[in-house]
């Protein structure tokens, strides 16, 4: 089974965002655990440890890939419950990213997420790829089924790459 690509692509000021959303059937309380709380972090991407205030680093071992590489994050913000940024370092390069829950309804929580891309940025790549964790995140707020990595990616790819202008 594939999976239809849900990201869009946004024009900023600063250039060109890529922005997916999901809705997590939890309180807005429950769901910043799961973005900010290392064993819950453990669940859908990677366990961390550092220092997660703003300002703060931390080291994220990213769970779900081949040989679970270690990221670098420098926390830019956090604001409980709504918004969590961060500035990743890795082999590939850097990214900055943006995290915002707000309620919907009582028992709900709308996550919006935010990469926000450099212009040699590879979106046909990068998109599959956070459909996929975004999926491991509401499999793991529900207690369903994990995806596998292989229902996102190539098979998404095109439609991401469609995205962009020429």
Avoid at 6 to 11: F, H, N, Q, Y
Wanted: some cysteine; proline content about 5%.
């Amino acid at each position: 089974m594939t999976m239809e690509a849900s990201g869009r692509l946004v024009k900023t000021n600063r250039g060109v965002d890529l922005v997916l959303a999901r809705s997590l059937a939890l309180p807005i309380a429950e769901a910043w655990g799961f973005l900010t709380a290392p064993e819950l972090t453990e669940q859908w991407f990677g366990p961390w440890e550092g220092d997660g205030r703003a300002g703060g680093s931390v080291r994220i071992r990213m769970r779900f890939e081949e040989s679970m590489p270690a990221i670098r994050a420098r926390v830019l913000a956090c604001e409980a419950p709504n918004r969590l940024a961060l500035h990743t370092v890795d082999e590939y390069g850097s990214w900055e990213l943006d995290l915002f829950l707000e309620e919907d309804g009582d028992e709900d929580t709308l996550l919006r997420f935010v990469h926000h891309l450099d212009a040699d940025s590879e979106v046909g790549d990068i998109g599959p790829g956070w459909e996929f964790y975004l999926d491991l995140l509401v499999a793991a707020t529900e207690g369903t089924e994990r995806p596998g990595f292989d229902q996102y990616y190539p098979s998404m790819r095109e439609a991401y790459v469609a995205l962009r202008p020429q």
